[in-house]
């Protein structure tokens, strides 16, 4: 029996056979008891009945990526499920769970040299009434791992609680049936026990986002739903209303951001969640928020593009358009979480950042965060709470665009007497008339450059981390992929320093400079087809020494497997 | 002579000081913002043309004020002098405006204005009931038929402008 | 959110000279907006709102200046979207008095989503829109309340379309007060204007606005304007029979609905925020 410190399960099954409910209680069930983990799934196109596989890593510390392969593999059935040999790796070391009678096994699982047992998943259904086979495979997959059942009681409970005792009962009784059914299999990994000790929560990216937005002040949303973007925005609404806000679904993504920069000129903090398509629609209105100097988050859960491209899948190629995209010159704010737990900080700080710059920020999450569930340690307690600075009511007339040192006129709130005044899109003077003079359209376009480069971000505007005249530059939800790729360089003997930045907007050359001194050679890995985010570098900053880049579109990650075999090819 | 539709009803004389003394003041504002439209599309000679008739409005207020004696004209303009339908009698029809205007069109409008505060007075003059207010009213016919005639003369002064008056040889042009 | 104290002296804000602000508009000498704003102004003032209580929201087009030629609080946004702007404005500030001012082009054609929901939603605020059947600022192409027939560079021979309907729309999107308007009538208008604001729930004034640069035709709208023959009813059926067969020069408040204006709970707290962790807790 060999301790792994992680291992990686996949349930398939489609039409209803609920795959990914036995993934969702494989992980509850196996966080409860200590361990860490993520599930992410991946689905064929119907709404319904669909072929899903639920992709599931169990771990003894944080993970924050999937695995290269698949421990187990269990097949409730194998309809469509060839879609899904991309994303699921399997090989002689793997297991596969098949029942005979539910088709025959795919192409890519049947020709890699998997182990194969069979079960009779339906037979054994037969015998219980109302029982379903996913339990059953849930049983099969929880005894293998080393799970207890008792850690399922109350999970059960819970999520069968609506549908009444019989289905309750039900599925403890198939799952039961599965921990009988895998007593004789041979499986000789097992996990190794959790480091125990640290709070945890069992959160989705997503989640993770509004929590960080109401934690940085965040008090009214505006949103049209767009995949993968809606369970921010269902999270939400709720939540908001309990906390004093609200949340209105608006007509669509053009109303939304101007809802949102309505609410914010009246004084709340306020925030949108799209995907790719969405902020496309809102560019125009970000301009508007820039020039207007108005404070808004808007959170692009960034999908497979261009145009209505993979909605249900991962990619990050909507850099260019949140870096870029704004008609004239329009400096602001872009961020990008680097994990699960990173998307609650990120959506905290850059409501922060929006508030205290007046300016918009764009939060460039995507799928695989946002719709990927995790075990992580509880995140640390942050102190941004956005507060955007409050005219004060001087005697002079106000001048809402006044130059400032920093570049940053304090705000009045409509409410306060003697200091109305016009927001304005057209270009400015400092009280905010339109004018179409030079010198005080530099004048504005300086200030708000400048209230953002003389800003001092802190040591958040990137994870650097670890010595090595290598290194590599990431950026969103592959930094975890890379992380581990540089740990197994690590066993290998190859240092190797991680570079991961989370403020996009504004560049911070300086240190992004000194994060690189001594490196020889980089390699920039990214999930997009034209290599955008070396571009980006490549725009901005020097990189020294010899460059290399791996770079592939959507819709699968980058495995850290790729990116480690990737740095040692490099070292000869 | 039949009653505007809109009007305020005069009763008393503190309702008619009031309401003579609103309509003066009102003219006052409308050609100032008048002469402010001139200035913004640079129509200097109608910049003065409009300031001056406001200026003279103004006069026109300030008599009243001192012919209202102790009776306080704003106070009782304010309460009074509102018209629910039309503007009040003086205030120069903004739709007849143009950046190309010239005085000749201001005093148009300035003696369609004279001749609407002719015919509110005269109004009062047929139908009111207390005679101080009869007696007054009918000062005031005589001070705005003397406006209407000042007009008149002025209007000699100015020539009617050629039909191609408000040709402008540069087309419109779009702002956003 | 600290509280707005509203001041006891309202004498101060009286006039309709207070809610001018000092900047001199650029609309064309002869445009039925100046008429608007003097509107706007008396009808403010019939309020006594205090100007700083009031938010004027515009989109583009000429009659989306007007924030700035109010001593209100303004935001002047982008092309069409002014509702939304208010909506979420409104929504989180309850306190304000906020108006909403477009054009046909603004509001009936970009905007035109954003009116149809807006007037849906019912949120507590006032639609003035300015129409002048034409786009003024981007040289007088047509706009939706065109007629068919008007001639002009971008459509020669006129669009041949059907000119769409706004009071139509608005009553069958749910708004709850529907008028009309001429801009030569601003004492009427500013009355207008004072009754829809009062009203709750969205109200929509339009404003038959003429162009004197594109559309000198409309100095004959002064003799085409009329009274409305009938009061303003509250059943929608019949206001949709008169709307539906009004000659597009019918003046009065035409509906007065009642609707329940929207107004989501916004301010009060029942969960500290501290507390939203525990759904996650392991």
Not at chain 1, 464 to 483: D, F, H, P, Q
Not at chain 2, 78 to 91: A, F, L, M, Q, Y
Not at chain 2, 107 to 116: C, F, S, T
């Amino acid at each position: 029996m060999t301790e792994a410190e992680h291992l990686s399960i996949a349930i398939v099954g489609s039409g209803g056979a609920g795959a990914l409910t036995s993934g969702n209680l494989l992980l509850e069930a196996a966080t409860a008891a200590g361990w860490y983990g993520l599930l992410t799934r991946t689905v064929g196109p119907q709404i319904r009945g669909g072929e899903a596989a639920a992709l599931i890593r169990l771990a003894n510390r944080p993970v924050e990526c999937l695995a290269d392969q698949f421990d187990l593999l269990i097949g409730v059935d194998w309809l469509n499920a060839d879609r899904f040999g991309a994303e699921i790796e399997v090989g002689p070391h793997s297991l596969v769970i098949s029942d005979p009678r539910s088709g025959e096994l795919p192409a890519f699982v049947k020709n890699s040299g998997i182990r194969v047992v069979e079960i009779p998943l339906k037979e054994i259904t037969k015998s219980i009434p109302e029982g379903r086979p996913n339990m059953i495979a849930l049983g099969i997959a929880a005894k293998l791992v080393g799970l207890n059942e008792e850690v399922f009681t109350a999970l059960i409970e819970k999520r069968f609680a609506e549908k009444g005792r019989v289905a309750s009962q039900a599925s403890r009784a198939a799952l039961q049936a599965g921990f009988a059914a895998a007593a004789d299999i041979q499986f000789d990994k097992r996990l190794a026990p959790p480091v125990a000790g640290k709070k945890r929560w069992l959160v989705s990216g997503n989640e993770a986002t509004g929590l960080g937005a109401i934690r940085g002040g965040v008090r009214f949303a505006a949103a049209y739903p767009i995949t993968p973007a809606s369970e921010i925005l269902e999270w939400l609404a709720p939540r908001l209303a309990k906390v004093g806000g609200v949340l209105l679904q608006a007509e669509d993504e053009l109303a939304s951001i101007n809802m949102i920069i309505g609410a914010s000129f009246g004084g709340t903090p306020a925030l949108t969640a799209t995907s790719g398509p969405g902020l496309s629609l809102m560019i125009e209105a970000l301009g508007l928020a820039t020039a207007a100097e108005i404070p808004i988050v808007v959170v692009d859960v960034m999908r497979g593009g261009p145009s209505t491209g993979i909605p249900t899948k991962s990619e990050q190629a909507d850099l260019n358009i949140a870096v870029y995209g704004f008609h004239g010159d329009a400096p602001h704010l872009v961020l990008a979480p680097q994990s699960i737990g990173d998307c609650l900080f990120t959506a905290q700080w850059a409501a922060y950042l929006a508030e205290a710059l007046q300016a918009p920020a764009i939060v460039l999450s995507d799928q695989f965060l946002g719709q990927t569930v995790a075990a992580i340690e509880r995140p640390a307690d942050v102190a941004f709470i956005g507060e955007r600075i409050r005219h004060a009511g001087a005697d002079a007339p106000y001048q809402r665009y006044a130059l400032a040192a920093n570049g940053i006129s304090p705000m009045a709130i409509p409410g306060m007497r003697g200091a109305q005044y016009t927001a304005e899109g057209l270009t400015h003077s400092e009280r905010g008339t339109p004018t179409s003079g030079a010198a005080a359209h530099r004048v504005q376009l300086d200030k708000r450059r400048d209230k953002l480069e003389q800003f001092t971000f802190g040591d958040h505007w990137a994870t650097i981390e670890g010595k090595g005249e290598i290194a590599v530059i990431t950026w969103g939800s592959l930094t975890g992929a890379v992380r581990e790729a540089i740990e197994l360089a690590g066993r290998d003997g190859i240092a190797v320093r991680l570079v991961a930045p989370r403020l996009l907007l504004p560049v911070q050359n300086v240190r992004f400079a000194a994060a690189l001194d001594g490196v020889k050679r980089i390699l920039v890995v990214e999930q997009s087809h034209s290599g955008q985010f070396y571009r980006y570098l490549r725009a901005h900053y020097d990189l020294p020494g010899e460059v290399r880049v791996l770079h592939r579109p959507g819709p699968f990650p980058i495995r850290p497997s790729e990116i480690h075999k990737a740095i040692a090819e490099w070292r000869k | 002579m039949s009653k505007t539709p809109g009007a305020p009803t005069v009763s008393t004389l503190a309702d008619l000081f009031g309401a003579a003394y609103q309509i003066e003041i009102d003219a006052v504002e409308r050609y100032k913002i008048l002469a402010d439209q001139m200035e913004i599309h640079n129509n200097p000679e109608m910049v003065d043309v409009f300031r001056d008739l406001a200026r003279a409005e103004g006069i026109h207020a300030e008599e009243i004020r001192r012919q209202a004696g102790a009776i306080d004209v704003v106070e009782h303009g304010r309460r009074v002098g509102k018209w629910t339908k039309g503007e009040s009698p003086e205030e120069a029809d903004l739709g007849a405006a143009h950046y190309m205007m010239t005085p000749w069109h201001a005093l148009q409008m300035a003696l369609a204005g004279e001749k609407r505060a002719l015919a509110f007075f005269t109004h009062i003059v047929e139908t009111a009931k207390d005679q101080k207010v009869i007696k007054m009213a009918a000062e005031f016919v005589e001070e705005e038929t003397e406006h209407v005639n000042l007009v008149h003369r002025l209007l000699r002064k100015y020539p009617v402008p050629p039909e191609s008056w408000p040709q402008d040889p540069d087309p419109p042009v779009s702002q956003e | 959110m600290e509280e707005m104290i509203l001041t006891v002296d309202t004498q101060l804000a009286c006039k309709p000279s207070d809610y001018r602000s000092d900047v001199k508009p650029v609309w064309c000498p002869g445009c039925g907006d100046y008429h608007v704003l003097m509107a706007f102004t008396r009808a403010f003032a019939q309020l006594a709102v205090p100007a700083e209580q009031i938010a004027v929201i515009s989109g583009i087009g000429c009659s989306s200046r007007i924030p700035a030629y109010t001593n209100c609080y303004g935001f002047h946004g982008v092309h069409g979207r002014s509702l939304a702007l208010a909506s979420g404005l409104k929504v989180t500030r309850p306190d304000l008095t906020v108006v909403v001012a477009s054009g046909d082009g603004d509001g009936y054609s970009i905007g035109g989503n954003h009116f149809l929901h807006a007037c849906r939603r019912n949120i507590d605020m006032t639609y003035v829109v300015m129409d002048n059947r034409v786009y003024g600022m981007t040289k007088g192409q047509p706009s939706p309340t065109t007629e068919p027939d008007f001639d002009t560079a971008i459509s020669p021979g006129g669009t041949g379309l059907s000119p769409f309907h706004p009071l139509v729309n608005a009553l069958a999107s749910g708004a709850n007060f529907i008028a009309r308007c001429f801009a030569g009538e601003p004492n009427e208008t500013a009355a207008i204007l004072v009754e829809a604001i009062r009203h709750p729930g969205f109200s929509f004034v339009e404003i038959l606005s003429p162009c004197v640069t594109y559309r000198p035709d409309q100095k004959a709208w002064k003799d085409l304007v009329h009274p409305a023959p009938v009061g303003a009813t509250n059943d929608p059926a019949k206001a949709a029979r008169r709307i539906m067969t009004d000659d597009g020069f019918n003046i009065g408040i035409l509906y007065r609905g009642e609707r329940r204006p929207y107004q989501p709970k916004f301010g009060r707290q029942s969960l500290d925020p501290s507390e939203l962790e525990q759904e996650f807790e392991i």
